[in-house]
Each structure stands twice: as structure tokens, then as C-alpha cells.
């Protein structure tokens, strides 16, 4: 065996031990424990803006370079460092002063759609895991059996040279694009039951906070409900 063919070989079994890694990286996907029931104490959304800032070079302004006769031979750009900034907002919903999951605080709250709709992007998100990783195995296998059906039917014509059937060199191949898809969607669905807020809306939480709080008779600490301002009374006619 040729020492270019020893190369492709290590390289092609190296392969499966990567993806194996890769999907071992994030492994299967389980719903988050739910099922907090209600206390009785009022709900409530924290919100929280933190500012980060970063460094850019913006251009400024360019140098003309001259040669002795006045002629333009170059221009060079002159940067500065400017300072940015941007703004990220943090939320978390809590039963009293206890931090509970998005799907039950919607539930205490009495929002079912919302509930339901956590609930099926969840459900989603580990059906989309199972499926992806069933898909990595089922290209793995395909790729190692590529792999080892050509290294064990290879043959060699009149000068030495090494060939092995093209279905071989297919089956690894389509084996590890079939692995790569798997691990792409198993990847995807891990992340949908790992995202902290599936409904990414903290106005909507904290208007189902403030409906639930007035049923139970406890007023929101923030009110933002303007008061109804007072009607001028109509004046008699004399």
C-alpha cells in the first residue's frame, strides 16, 4: 500500500471518531422537569437591559502620497478606534420569589395557549433530536461499512496499482453526509428543548402576570396601567 493510500485510509477512519465525538457533544435531548404547581403567591416577570461595548476601526479620512513632480502615486487610509455599544435584555418569570419554568408560568397564569405552544415546540425540538441521531447512527454504519468492504475487496492490476469498486467509495461517502444531516438536526433539536424562553416575549409574560395578580387580588409592583383620568362633569344648564 502506497503511502498516499495509507493517508486516505487513516483519514477516512478517523471520520466516524469525529462524528461520534460530535454527537456525543450534546446526546439526546429530555423535556425540562415541569409540573410546578400553583401557590398562591403573585407572579412576576423580571426584565434586566445590560450594555456591552465594543471596540471597532472605523475609516476616518486617506493620505495622498505624491512623487517629487507633484504626480499621485498612492493613497493610504487612515482609522481610528471607535467605541459601540448594544443593548441585551434578560428576563425570568417567578411564582413569589421562586424562579419557575416558562411553560408553568403560563399555566398558573392561566394561559394555556401559551402553555401548549411551549409545550409542542419542546416536544418538537426532542422528536427532531431522536430523529437526527437515529440518522448520524444509520450514516455511520453506512460509512464504516463503505469503508471496511474497501479495504477487504480491493485489487491490484499489472503495475501495482490499488483500485477498489466505486459503490464502496459511495457508500462511505453518502454515510458521511447522511451522518452530517443526522448531526445537524440532532443538533437543532437539542437546542429548541434547551432554549430558556420558547416564546421570547416578556411583554406577554408580564401582561399574563398582571391578569393572574388581579385575580388573585394581588397588585403588580410595576403598574403600568395609566389612571383613568377623572371626566369633567358636564355643566347644568341654566
Known amino acids: ?8 485510509k487513516n483519514g ?3 471520520v466516524p471518531v469525529v462524528m461520534v465525538l460530535a454527537m456525543g457533544s450534546w446526546g439526546c435531548a429530555h423535556l425540562p422537569k415541569t409540573g410546578t404547581e400553583s401557590t398562591g403567591e403573585p407572579l412576576n416577570v423580571e426584565v434586566r437591559t445590560e450594555t456591552h461595548t465594543y471596540v471597532t476601526q472605523a475609516k476616518v479620512g ?8 507633484g504626480r499621485l502615486v498612492g493613497t493610504s487610509s487612515l482609522y481610528e478606534n471607535q467605541v459601540g455599544s448594544y443593548d441585551v435584555t434578560r428576563w425570568q418569570v417567578f411564582q413569589g420569589e421562586t424562579p419557575i419554568d416558562d411553560q408553568d408560568f403560563f399555566n398558573i397564569a392561566g394561559d394555556t395557549e401559551a ?21 448520524a447512527i444509520v450514516g455511520g454504519a453506512a460509512m464504516l461499512a463503505g469503508i471496511i468492504l474497501g479495504s477487504t475487496v480491493t485489487t491490484k492490476d499489472e503495475y501495482g496499482t490499488e483500485s477498489r469498486p466505486l459503490w464502496t467509495t459511495a457508500a462511505a461517502t453518502g454515510g458521511i453526509l ?4 443526522g448531526g445537524g438536526i440532532a443538533w437543532a433539536g437539542y437546542a429548541r428543548t434547551k432554549r430558556e424562553h420558547p416564546i421570547d416575549d416578556p411583554q406577554k409574560a408580564a401582561n399574563a402576570a398582571r391578569r393572574y395578580n388581579k385575580e388573585i387580588g394581588e397588585q403588580p409592583e410595576d403598574n403600568d396601567d395609566e389612571e383613568e383620568e377623572e371626566r369633567p362633569r358636564r355643566k347644568r344648564r341654566r
Open 12 to 14: 477516512w477512519s478517523a
Open 62 to 69: 486617506e493620505v495622498q502620497h505624491r512623487d517629487s513632480s
Open 115 to 135: 402553555a401548549n405552544r411551549i409545550a409542542d415546540y419542546r416536544a418538537t425540538g426532542v422528536t427532531m433530536n431522536r430523529v437526527g441521531l437515529g440518522l
Open 1 to 8: 500500500m502506497s503511502q498516499i493510500e495509507r493517508r486516505r
Open 178 to 181: 447522511v451522518g452530517l444531516v
